[in-house]
């Protein structure tokens, strides 16, 4: 026994840092997912709580619509139609959907790095 884990050296050592690399790299992904994922679900809580007419003036309504304003990546008047809820549906819809890509390629990324 060498004192490595398992008793033996796993090739120098590189087996044991590598696998150990791959699970922190793991675990940046699952975390960068579930921020990507929560930045999506305020986009689109926002444009489920505009098309069902939540109140206003509601503390919840109020909050999910700054949170969602912020995470627009500057979308938020790419498109310009008449009616209300088509333009929030429009440009948070879009926003989302952009925050998922950009999630799912980050994602992957880091998975393939590692």
Do not use: C
Not at 2 to 13: V, Y
Request: charged share 15%; no cysteine.
């Amino acid at each position: 026994m060498s004192g490595w884990p398992g008793g033996h050296r796993a090739g120098g050592g590189t087996m044991v840092v590598g696998t150990s690399a791959r699970r922190g790299a793991g675990m940046v992904a699952t975390v960068l997912r579930i921020v990507g994922m929560v930045i999506v679900a305020f986009l689109v809580l926002h444009i489920v709580l505009t098309l069902l007419d939540a109140n206003p003036a509601n503390g919840l309504t109020q909050f999910v619509a700054d949170v969602a304003g912020r995470l627009t990546l500057g979308l938020d008047d790419l498109f310009l139609p008449a009616e209300p809820k088509l333009r929030v549906t429009l440009n948070y819809g879009v926003a989302a959907a952009i925050w998922w890509l950009i999630t799912a390629v980050v994602v992957r990324l880091v998975r393939r790095v590692s």
